[in-house]
């Protein structure tokens, strides 16, 4: 319809004629509420700006893993990084494992290293010792 039917109708019913895009011709339009309209774009745009940098993704590495394993984690860990994402590395401590802490601290330096390689990272919080192992978060820098 032409925008002087258009506005007449709006008119009458007492909403806008608001233009949804104009990259097409003729231009598509809406009849409603200008405030609205306002208020839905503002939400949408408060939607999608929800950061990522809060939320954690983890990543377990086992005792006994191999490098090519090892590897394959470091990997994962980047996508994580690429999307946003503050990265737990847990390594989980079993029973006599425990008492080999330095051998522990040794396969997650090499995860570190393996990753430092792909993405430049920066520590959130270092390598801490819990009950039940070995815990760190990384983040993008």
Do not use: W
Not at 48 to 72: C, E, N, T, V
Not at 104 to 111: D, E, L, Q, R
């Amino acid at each position: 319809m032409s925008s002087g039917e258009a506005l007449q109708i709006a008119r009458e019913r007492n909403l806008d004629l608001i233009q949804v895009t104009e990259k097409v011709e003729p231009p598509v339009c809406k009849i409603m509420d200008y405030g609205k309209y306002l208020y839905s774009l503002q939400k949408k745009e408060k939607g999608s700006k929800i950061k990522k940098a809060g939320q954690i993704k983890g990543i377990r590495i086992s005792f006994g893993i191999s490098l090519h394993d090892l590897k394959i984690r470091a990997k994962q860990a980047e996508k994580f990084l690429k999307k946003g994402y503050k990265v737990k590395v847990e390594l989980i401590l079993r029973g006599r494992q425990k008492a080999l802490g330095e051998y522990a601290k040794g396969k997650v330096n090499k995860f570190f290293e393996i990753l430092k390689e792909s993405v430049p990272i920066k520590i959130e919080r270092e390598l801490k010792r819990g009950p039940r192992g070995l815990t760190m978060i990384i983040s993008k820098q």
